[in-house]
């Protein structure tokens, strides 16, 4: 009995390699997980190089925003624009195929896990029932049945390795399954981002087709003639005005909010509703707008106003001069209030698509001239969420963000017609108003 039992533990013993020893994953071929990053490698060559591209683009805008606005000076813009936006969808799209590839490697690597898994499991399972089959004898027993006092020594240590290489085996076994639950987290949280990119990717070629067609729009109306562009941005600014002046007669009837009701001021309690690498590079234009955000009209009675805009009652926002199809950001959690389309109101010269979001602390903040919108009323949106993609619909001679922040308990949701003696083509239009003292100043808050 001891001569077999000893025999057979040293048997064990010597197959460090498939049962005791560190795991061996069962890899596909080197061949193929080296093809796999080098594509991966490929698509992300491709990405720097459009972002350069982008980049590029981006200055051309920026040298174009800074010039006087004309018929030419617009469909330039335009057409920049929609190449900066191809850009990005082809930027897109290699981003989409490297994640991909990202998820065919991860599925490699999971499968590897989950095969040395169950190949060690069958083996420590099948390896204790050849011992309990083989030997049912104790060490105790080992010890009084061996020859002499080496082999029982001997057959005491050989049991002793056994016991602790199935040990080692186990803790490696645990590790192997951390592993495998770190990269089923890495596949989770690489399928959102691809659902991600794949969303932007659909929104970018709106964006692109909002381009397109306000060129053709432009063209249509001005009949590629500069003088009629002029008319055409006088006629907007007339139709504005009496839109301004219907709506601030609204306000000015509606009962102010209680200051109880406005939320205290300070900064950081919004966030800028653009991404960090859109601030950054609005970082870049300080010496041309005198400030690092690209406001281009802050709060208030600016010299805009001052000219004879908004019928002498101040920006009740700021605007903020960024490139059409910009994502434009949830400055806070919250819910989206209400959306909405002045330009589906011919003649009506307003926000154009907008949004706006409630948020839990009594503010509200409004997203004006969006080329297109990627939320819908009673959705609930966070930090850093996209509401939809920055533009020039509505009132807006250039693509810009108008940002406006209210105490919620003041804005309503409405139509200038519910207001007595409404007549402009915006009378119809559905939008959000509030008394004068609910309109606050972002700054304060951001």
């Known amino acids: 009995m001891q001569v077999r039992s000893l025999g057979f533990?040293?048997?064990l013993l010597a197959l460090p390699l498939f049962l005791f020893g560190p795991f061996t994953a069962v890899h596909v071929s080197a061949q193929t997980a080296e093809q796999i990053q080098q594509q991966?490698?490929?698509?992300?060559?491709?990405i720097a190089d459009l972002d350069a591209e982008i980049a590029t683009y981006q200055k051309q805008l920026n040298t174009l925003g800074g010039q006087h606005q004309t018929l030419a000076t617009s469909i330039q813009s335009?057409?920049?624009?929609r190449k900066q936006l191809t850009a990005k969808i082809k930027s897109l799209q290699q981003q989409i195929g490297a994640l991909a590839l990202e998820l065919r490697q991860l599925s490699a690597q999971i499968a590897d896990k989950q095969t040395s898994i169950d190949l060690n499991k069958r083996a420590v399972a099948q390896s204790l029932r050849d011992i309990a089959t083989a030997d049912?004898?104790?060490v105790v027993e080992q010890v009084f049945s061996s020859a002499n006092l080496t082999d029982a020594w001997a057959a005491v240590d050989a049991n002793m390795a056994l016991n602790q290489a199935l040990q080692s085996n186990t803790q490696q076994l645990a590790q192997v399954k951390q592993q495998l639950s770190a990269q089923e987290l890495a596949v989770n949280q690489t399928q959102d981002k691809l659902v991600g990119v794949t969303t932007d990717l659909g929104t970018?070629?709106?964006?692109?087709?909002?381009t397109v067609s306000q060129k053709n729009q432009l063209l249509t109306q001005t009949k590629n003639q500069e003088s009629t562009y002029q008319s055409l941005i006088a006629t907007k600014k007339a139709q504005q005005k009496a839109f301004e002046s219907e709506l601030n007669s609204l306000e000015a009837s509606l009962k102010s909010v209680g200051t109880a009701s406005i939320p205290k001021t300070g900064q950081g309690i919004l966030a800028w509703p653009f991404s960090a690498s859109v601030m950054a590079n609005c970082a870049t234009k300080k010496s041309a707008l005198g400030n690092i955000y690209c406001v281009t009209q802050y709060f208030g009675n600016t010299a805009f106003a001052a000219s004879g805009a908004y019928n002498g009652s101040g920006h009740n926002g700021i605007d903020i001069g960024i490139p059409t199809g910009t994502p434009v950001q949830s400055s806070l959690g919250g819910v989206v209030l209400a959306t909405g389309n002045t330009d589906a109101i011919p003649g009506c010269y307003s926000f154009g698509k907008w949004v706006m979001v409630q948020h839990a602390n009594g503010l509200s903040t409004m997203y004006a001239h969006l080329s297109s919108i990627g939320v819908a009323k009673g959705q609930s949106v966070s930090t850093g969420s996209v509401l939809g993609y920055s533009g020039m619909t509505g009132y807006a001679t250039g693509p810009h963000l108008h940002y406006g922040v209210y105490a919620s308990a003041g804005v309503q949701i409405m139509t200038l017609a519910s207001f007595r003696g409404a007549t402009s083509p915006c009378a119809n239009a559905t939008m959000p108003v509030a008394p004068l003292n609910?309109?606050?100043?972002?700054?304060?808050?951001?």
Do not use: G, M, R
């Open 438 to 446: 609910a309109y606050l100043n972002p700054i304060s808050y951001l």
């Open 136 to 138: 049912n004898s104790t």
């Open 40 to 46: 991966i490698a490929d698509h992300n060559k491709k």
């Open 9 to 11: 533990v040293v048997a």
């Open 78 to 81: 335009l057409d920049t624009t």
């Open 204 to 210: 970018q070629k709106k964006a692109v087709d909002a």
